[in-house]
């Protein structure tokens, strides 16, 4: 009688997840499918979940409706500029903050670990004029520097270099190696994984992210790709089956992304709270 | 000994001068911006003529203020309303993924896989889903008979934004949780066993208090993430109908880069601010620093 309860309950589970399952996926099945209708099949009742001859043309014809090949090389290159200088000053702050012991190092740590508290919503407006007074207004300047580096790319690296061994640092300056050259020879590349789960987070951030290009930018020549998007949704002659063609086609860098590197992205999972 | 000491000076500079580009970098992008939020709250500022200083009158007009009173309104409703569900329906998922053996981790991969794809792209899709004709009618209309303005109706229009909100986020705060159950010896279990508790037993002397600090980590994170949320309302709705979804990031925005009242709008950003730090300083004492391990 109980191994029959437990059966009936492990049954319900398993219908419950698959459900659920199924739920989750609808929109981005509804995404795709949808991008390769034909105008007329986009409301159509019954519901058609495959369309019936999958119009391939909808991505090409969706891109052209606007400049979305310049938005997607504006996006490339900020998400690639600000990953490198990210990764660059991140682990030279960490390194300095893990490995030397200077005057005031705690307190310094504690300070840019509690700019951490500063959401960029709460400072979009000063920073709005400090760009602007540095005549960085719709320029690429202006749309990198404000996200170069994060608190939480200092602090992930400062964490992890805290547990390289001193040992080895001393080894490498009784063979006369630089302080310079311990960073770039024997620190940096020790680095790799908390780097590469930093960079894979930095990457997304600023390809996802709207609000500060959004503030910054206003010629077509620099949108970036999520501001394209957020103008379609203005445009009245843009169709549905264009616009997710386009959304499927932004998705797809960070979609693959997610499969070459789905381990550093679960990885990232239970640290990226900090993040918060 | 001299030489020993102005080595061990060299080297100190060294790593200050590593962390040297940092600490400009913040306190010109983070710091100066914050405390100037503070200043141009205290003033009267519409970009055309310099601030002009006011005082507390900023501070002092919000308790009348509609537009302030609905952004508050907007936001606590968003906050309440995802937060309160996505925790619990992420432990319940987290507890039948736990005793779920089969594909559990291609099943914990598809409901974090939302997460994947950027508010942006997911709030375009959710716009063709709750259109008047589109999916999510379709259905309501075909199991009970009813079409809802979900975009256009001041209730519903906040109702579509939850739904959204907890869509994306489910898998990734099910995965929390579940690190949260992994994280509890097995043993704990096994002796509850030997002496005879039920499975809802485990569940109610075991889990539930062990999983306490999990839970106030998720409710610190999740709580911090709806306060900030701006791109979802701002591709939904733009924040209407009638500024029903206008949540307080929103409001910023639109106040200070719209209607250039930057005074009112910093007013508001230091708001913000302090709602934050009080929940970010609960999160920092919930989980330490040193707990964050790698493999």
Not at chain 1, 226 to 243: A, C, K, Q, R, V
Not at chain 2, 270 to 286: E, G
Request: include cysteine; proline fraction near 5%.
């Amino acid at each position: 009688m109980r191994l029959r309860r437990f059966k009936i309950a492990d049954i319900l589970t398993g219908i419950f997840l698959i459900g659920l399952c199924l739920l989750i996926l609808i929109p981005f099945i509804w995404m795709l499918s949808t991008s390769l209708k034909e105008s007329v099949e986009v409301f159509r009742i019954p519901i058609q979940w495959i369309p019936r001859s999958p119009q391939w043309q909808n991505y090409p014809r969706g891109l052209a409706r606007r400049n979305f090949g310049r938005y997607f090389f504006n996006s490339t290159v900020v998400a690639i500029t600000v990953t490198t200088t990210t990764l660059f000053f991140a682990s030279l702050a960490g390194f300095g903050l893990a490995k030397y012991d200077f005057f005031g190092r705690n307190a310094i740590f504690i300070g840019i670990l509690s700019t951490l508290m500063i959401p960029f919503q709460v400072i979009m407006i000063p920073v709005f004029l400090l760009v602007r007074d540095l005549g960085w207004l719709d320029s690429y300047a202006g749309l990198m520097v404000p996200q170069a580096l994060t608190a939480f790319g200092v602090f992930l690296v400062r964490q992890y270099m805290i547990t390289l061994p001193d040992s080895l640092l001393d080894a490498a300056r009784i063979d006369g190696a630089s302080e310079p050259g311990i960073f770039f020879r024997i620190a940096l590349p020790l680095c790799k994984p908390v780097l590469s789960v930093l960079a894979i987070f930095t990457f997304r951030s600023s390809w996802d992210s709207l609000l500060w290009p959004l503030i910054v930018v206003s010629t077509d020549r620099l949108r970036t790709l999520p501001l394209g998007l957020s103008m379609f949704i203005t445009d009245y002659d843009i169709e549905e089956h264009w616009m997710m063609a386009v959304a499927v086609s932004a998705s797809l860098p960070v979609l693959i992304l997610f499969m070459l590197a789905q381990k550093h992205f679960t990885e990232g999972i239970a640290i990226s709270g900090m993040k918060g | 000994m001299p030489r020993k000491l102005n080595h061990n000076f060299i080297r100190r500079l060294w790593g200050f001068g590593f962390v040297l580009p940092a600490i400009i970098y913040f306190a010109w992008f983070s710091i100066y911006p914050m405390l100037n939020a503070f200043y141009i709250s205290l003033t009267k500022y519409n970009l055309l003529r310099p601030p002009s200083y006011i005082g507390l009158d900023n501070y002092r007009s919000f308790p009348h203020d509609e537009y302030f009173l609905n952004a508050m309104r907007a936001t606590l409703t968003f906050v309440a309303g995802s937060v309160i569900p996505l925790l619990f329906v992420s432990l319940f998922c987290a507890f039948l993924l736990q005793r779920w053996k089969y594909f559990s981790n291609t099943i914990s991969m598809v409901l974090y896989s939302p997460m994947v794809i950027s508010v942006v792209v997911a709030s375009i899709v959710w716009r063709l889903l709750f259109h008047p004709l589109g999916l999510v009618n379709t259905f309501t209309q075909s199991l009970w008979g009813r079409t809802y303005l979900w975009l256009s109706d001041r209730t519903y229009a906040q109702l579509a934004m939850i739904i959204v909100m907890i869509w994306r986020n489910l898998g990734y705060y099910t995965i929390l949780w579940l690190s949260g159950l992994k994280s509890i010896p097995a043993s704990f279990y096994e002796a509850a066993e030997i002496d005879g508790a039920s499975e809802a037993q485990r569940l109610r002397y075991i889990s539930l208090p062990l999983l306490k600090p999990t839970m106030a980590f998720i409710l610190a994170i999740s709580t911090i993430s709806a306060f900030k949320s701006f791109e979802l309302q701002y591709v939904l709705t733009e924040g209407g109908p009638n500024d029903a979804t206008n949540v307080i990031a929103l409001s910023i925005y639109r106040l200070g880069l719209k209607h250039l009242q930057m005074g009112k709008a910093s007013a508001l950003s230091v708001l913000m601010f302090l709602i934050i730090m009080v929940l970010t300083l609960v999160q920092l004492r919930v989980v330490r620093a040193e707990d964050i391990s790698f493999e």
